[in-house]
């Protein structure tokens, strides 16, 4: 590799464009997909002549406003519809070189296709983002994510073009992989926010400490809040004295659309990849960018299935101010899929506002289960949690002190607050925990 491991851009023009030439390149972009897009693909002919809209009309980013949504229904109604592929995508499947499957935990699998050149980007992509937390090639990197079907699994190729010795790790058994980070002293590793803390917290209970006999310097989290939740990431770096870093990923886009950097203020997203608008989770009406709604976003480059304005289900925010590490392109700030949020006395409850608290509670074991139901006609929730084996206070002490912490942090006060014993929860999980159990039978959906 000739590129200066010093430098810490992947990509630094890229990197650091002035926002108005990002602008520009994104705007070339956008009326080049939209037109391929309705070219090619059945559906946005037939969605933009019923919307009245042309590909023409994109004359500024702003215009991409007059064009309809998308969504996760759109994709699971035109797939296998008319072809293989479906109506959404622009190309012929022989230029399909790779397609990857959500995991169905909301509906129907969808299915996402990559030409050669999308996944070629994908990966620069990727790159990018391992080479911006610090990744270098003489690293050894253990790819710790659930390898079929899964977008996030060929996200270890851009480790390995960037020069890294990678491990192609997947989802072993625990013992496997501690064996791993033990023998083969490996110094990054990328796995889900729950497993990061219950891996740490298996490998104590073995009898390593993470700190002196793994050399694990970086821990990427993905799939799961926790990486932008401080008190989480802050818990999982004290258990392994370790950087964590969080990264976002969509199945239906990368595997990582946006990674921190070093300040850890919200994820950069490629920008150059994908047009970000943010809008009214219940009217559907374009905000600023600052302001809190449902991500809605664009794919710019992608040609095996342009996403136009794809109504992510992800609710956050977008900060497109400079950021410190020098970085021009926006940074995502993600509170919970809008599927997730709850409604109790009028106030919104995110459940990584609950994750914030119980992390930062003392005598607690950080693991925890929300339980959303309804009692005289309004929501509730309680939390269940468990003491630590070495806390005194009685049970009522406990459920008395994160009861008012909650309160405190989110406005609401649980309904009520369960305290089990150390491993008194079902919630450990190898891959994403259920930590949310809706009880409620009335569809509160917004
Ligand atoms: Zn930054």
Not at 49 to 71: H, M, Q, R, Y
Not at 146 to 152: A, C, E, I, M
Not at 169 to 185: A, N, V
């Amino acid at each position: 590799m000739s590129r200066d491991i010093n430098n810490k851009f992947w990509n630094e023009e890229l990197e650091t464009l002035p926002r108005a030439e990002l602008e520009k390149r994104q705007l070339e972009d956008l009326k080049e997909i939209v037109k391929f897009a309705y070219d090619n693909a059945p559906y946005y002919k037939r969605s933009f002549d019923e919307a009245g809209v042309k590909p023409e009309d994109i004359k500024t980013l702003k215009d991409i406003e007059k064009f309809p949504f998308i969504n996760k229904k759109t994709q699971r109604d035109t797939q296998g519809v008319g072809s293989f592929l479906g109506e959404l995508a622009a190309v012929p499947e022989e230029e399909v070189v790779f397609i990857s499957t959500s995991s169905g935990s909301t509906g129907v699998p969808t299915m996402s296709p990559f030409t050669k050149k999308d996944f070629d980007e994908f990966q620069d992509t990727e790159s990018r983002w391992f080479w911006q937390i610090g990744m270098r090639p003489n690293d050894r990197y253990v790819h710790a994510l659930n390898f079929s079907l899964y977008v996030g699994g060929p996200d270890v190729i851009g480790a390995q073009n960037l020069g890294a010795l990678c491990i192609w790790g997947g989802t072993l058994p625990s013992e496997r992989l501690l064996f791993i980070l033990k023998t083969y002293q490996p110094t990054v590793i990328w796995t889900s926010p729950s497993y990061a803390w219950q891996l740490g917290e298996k490998a104590v209970k073995a009898g390593y400490d993470p700190k002196k006999d793994f050399n694990i310097k970086k821990i990427i989290v993905a799939g799961e809040l926790g990486g932008s939740i401080d008190a989480t990431r802050k818990a999982i770096e004290d258990l392994w004295g370790a950087e964590v870093y969080d990264f976002y990923g969509l199945s239906d886009i990368f595997g990582a659309c946006a990674a921190q950097c070093e300040y850890h203020d919200g994820l950069h997203i490629a920008e150059n990849h994908i047009l970000v608008e943010t809008v009214d989770i219940h009217t559907g009406e374009v905000l600023e960018p600052g302001q809190t709604g449902e991500l809605v976003f664009t794919t710019l480059r992608k040609h095996a299935r342009p996403l136009i304005r794809f109504k992510t289900g992800d609710i956050g925010r977008i900060d497109i101010t400079p950021c410190k590490c020098g970085r021009t392109h926006g940074r995502i700030h993600i509170l919970g899929r809008k599927d997730d949020m709850f409604i109790v006395s009028a106030v919104n409850v995110f459940p990584s506002d609950i994750e914030a608290v119980i992390r930062e509670q003392s005598g607690i074991t950080g693991e925890y289960l929300i339980r959303i139901f309804e009692k005289d006609f309004t929501n509730k929730y309680a939390v269940e949690i468990e003491k630590t084996a070495d806390n005194t206070k009685s049970d009522d002490e406990v459920a008395e002190q994160i009861s008012a912490a909650l309160k405190a942090r989110t406005g609401v006060k649980p309904a009520k607050v369960i305290v089990h014993p150390d491993g008194g929860l079902n919630t450990r999980s190898e891959h994403k925990s259920r930590r949310v159990i809706d009880e409620r039978k009335i569809d509160y959906s917004i």
